[in-house]
């Protein structure tokens, strides 16, 4: 049983059980694949690896969420109402770390991060948080045209793949007409353009 002292007050099992709970299977074993692969990037590019496991393990935790709880969680919190005019795909991330600290005692700011960022990225991430929002992309079930060469990329450069990947993600909310959240474009402008 894996031990997250000083990161949260229960461990791993307890993550597992509040999942299982909350997601349905096919998410919860992404969630799964995405701890996995965040260990495995942690080694090989030398981060927390305790960190870097914890963050893909609960990254999802509030994707399945009825919108009524993030609502409430936005005044609870006091967070930015703007959110409240995109969906799901930023709430479970911006959103759902604030809800993760209060239900699952997480209270590690660079976990939490992690969390925060990985449906948008930011201009300024950690290692942990390129991690997680690689890790996400190019979990082991993840099929698209392009994901041997973003798993190839990851291989490499964390920066790199951060920048193919919020490209590629663009390229797809442009492509089929959908709502971009603006720090996603601050995102971009910092990782593709001005890295390159």
């Known amino acids: 049983m894996e031990n997250y ?4 007050s229960y461990n791993r099992d307890f993550f597992i059980e509040r999942l299982r709970k909350n ?9 799964l694949r995405v701890e996995k692969k965040s260990k495995e990037l942690a080694i090989r590019f030398n981060a927390n690896i305790t960190r870097a496991g914890i963050s893909g393990l609960l990254h999802d935790y509030c ?15 006091n967070l930015d109402e703007d959110l409240l005019n995109y969906g799901n795909g930023i709430w479970h991330g911006s959103i759902g770390a604030d809800i ?3 239900e699952l005692d997480v209270n590690d700011e660079i976990i939490l991060n992690a969390i925060r960022k990985h449906t948008i990225a930011d201009p300024y991430m950690t290692d942990i948080d390129k991690i997680v929002f690689i890790a996400d992309f190019i979990e082991d079930a993840r099929d698209f045209p392009e994901v041997d060469m973003a798993r190839k990329i990851a291989e490499k450069s964390l920066d790199d793949a951060v920048s193919f990947e919020l490209k590629h993600t663009l390229e797809y909310l442009i492509n089929n007409n959908k ?6 474009l601050n995102s971009y402008n910092k990782w593709v353009v001005e890295e390159n």
């Open 23 to 31: 997601l349905d299977e096919n998410r919860f074993n992404h969630c």
């Open 63 to 77: 994707k399945q969420m009825p919108k009524e709880k993030f609502i409430e969680a936005v005044k609870k919190f």
């Open 100 to 102: 993760i600290r209060e």
């Open 5 to 8: 002292d000083n990161l949260s």
């Open 179 to 184: 709502k971009i959240y603006p720090k996603m």
